[in-house]
């Protein structure tokens, strides 16, 4: 919970972040989030969590939640989108779900190697030292629930689409490469772009 007065940006009353697991986006959302005294909503992990535990899952089995329990929680996204200010919203649909809806800052964080590919065992190994998970438990949620997060998506999305990704640059105004900028220097690139000194 942040303390002090909310930092005012005229053209942005809300700024989201999506990436790929342990790509980074949460630790920037929370970074953000505390620099300017906003609200940070982790909204996939709320969601995820309570269906999850409602239907007695493994984190991992993000194919086995039903399709309405997504289109609910998007519909529910779209409201604080379209409705609420100083709030960082970060979840992986959030950038996909601001197109269109003004006065929203979309940042999409990735790592990526100099071409462009993503770095998976760099995001496999964040997870097993932030979560002391075990390199197993960590593949499976990277690469599993990727995999079952983009064929839901697809299919809800995307008409099927097999190309379709959350995390085409084109959703975004503004993304982040955590394979070349630690956390500091990712957080400072987003102030720079609201014109905000740190």
């Known amino acids: 919970m942040n303390t002090g007065t909310a930092i005012d940006i005229p053209q942005f009353r809300l700024i989201t972040l999506s ?12 970074k953000l989030a505390h620099q300017l005294h906003w609200r940070h909503l982790e909204g996939g992990e709320i969601f995820w969590e309570a269906v999850r535990k409602k239907m007695g899952l493994d984190p991992k089995d993000t194919d086995l939640r039903p399709d309405e ?5 998007d519909r529910q996204l779209k ?3 379209q409705e609420d200010e100083h709030v960082v919203v970060e979840t992986k649909l959030a950038g996909f779900n601001a197109q269109g809806i003004d006065n929203i800052l979309k940042i999409l964080v990735v790592c990526e190697d100099k071409d462009g590919v ?3 065992s760099i995001r496999i190994d964040r997870l097993v030292n ?5 390199i197993q438990e960590a593949k499976e949620e990277v690469i599993k629930r990727e995999i079952n997060d983009l064929e839901k998506w697809r299919k809800l999305y995307a008409n099927e ?6 995390y085409d640059k084109s959703y975004y105004d503004l993304v982040i490469n955590t394979y070349f900028h630690n956390q500091e220097e990712a957080l400072s690139m987003v102030l ?3 014109g905000i000194k740190k």
């Open 19 to 30: 990436g790929r697991i342990a790509s980074g986006s949460t630790t920037l959302a929370k």
């Open 69 to 73: 329990e997504d289109v609910l929680f």
């Open 79 to 81: 409201k604080i989108l």
């Open 118 to 120: 993503d770095q998976t």
């Open 130 to 134: 932030r979560e002391g998970a075990s």
């Open 161 to 166: 689409d097999p190309q379709w990704v959350y």
């Open 192 to 194: 720079d772009h609201l």
